[in-house]
């Protein structure tokens, strides 16, 4: 099955630094990698997800890569404020029937003011 | 628009005690999830559903049982809890499997 692995564990920035958060996955056949945030006492939340046919994705201050050769993605989020602290997590699935979401183990982000 | 609705939010069990989680979503969605969540570990599949009346084993299903009597219920059973049992549950939907999932706001249950 797919294998998914996240570094950092826990990253700490100060306010308007980038963060990035890295990924690598195992199962060749993957296809869809989304990126959730998770807010203290509250349920994962998707904020941005790619697909393999295209190898990089932006929305405003976030964006995501992905190197299908090397079996890698990354988050990548641009000046940084207090309220992006949260846990992120990426994941992998085949993106099709059948198929669950594989997580990794979560990146604990602190944005120091 | 309430999306996936988990109850209870909190609970504290005895070891060896039973109790019922209950996930509800109003999205039509066909796959349901349940999740636990332990530190460093990242979200771990317990059991999941791809439509009425199925079930199916995730990743760790020992000490759990489900059910999917309706397409917009799912609930997740504990029949003799145990301390390994505390963590925070989620549960979620989604359209189709490995796609965009949506969740619900946790169960933090504490096996004493």
């Known amino acids: 099955g797919e294998n998914v692995e996240q570094h950092p564990s826990t990253l700490s920035v100060q306010e308007g630094d980038s963060a990035v958060i890295k990924c690598t996955y195992s199962?060749?056949?993957?296809?869809?990698f989304p990126w959730y945030k998770q807010e203290l006492g509250k349920g994962p939340q998707l904020i941005i997800d790619?697909?393999?046919?295209?190898g990089e994705k932006k929305d405003q201050r976030i964006a995501v890569t992905l190197n299908k050769t090397a079996k890698h993605f990354s988050l990548h989020i641009t000046e940084t404020q207090p309220e992006d602290s949260a846990v992120y997590f990426c994941?992998?699935?085949?993106?099709?029937?059948?198929?669950?979401?594989?997580f990794g183990g979560g990146t604990r982000l602190m944005v120091k003011p | 628009n309430a999306g996936v609705t988990q109850t209870p939010k909190f609970r504290v069990l005895k070891t060896g005690q039973s109790m019922t989680l209950l996930c509800a979503q109003d999205?039509?969605?066909?796959?349901m999830y349940w999740y636990r969540q332990d530190p460093g570990m990242g979200l771990r599949l317990i059991h999941y559903?791809?439509?009425?009346?199925?079930?199916a084993k995730g990743e760790v299903p020992d000490g759990y049982n489900v059910s999917r009597l309706k397409k917009q219920n799912f609930l997740l059973g504990l029949e003799s809890a145990a301390p390994s049992q505390t963590s925070v549950y989620f549960c979620?939907?989604?359209?189709?499997?490995?796609?965009?999932?949506?969740f619900g706001q946790g169960t933090r249950l504490t096996v004493v």
């Open positions: 999205m039509n969605h066909e796959y």
């Open positions: 994941a992998a699935s085949r993106g099709n029937a059948g198929n669950m979401l594989t």
């Open positions: 979620a939907s989604s359209y189709s499997g490995g796609l965009e999932a949506f």
């Open positions: 559903s791809v439509g009425e009346g199925t079930t």
């Open positions: 199962d060749s056949a993957s296809n869809y």
């Open positions: 790619i697909r393999s046919n295209v």
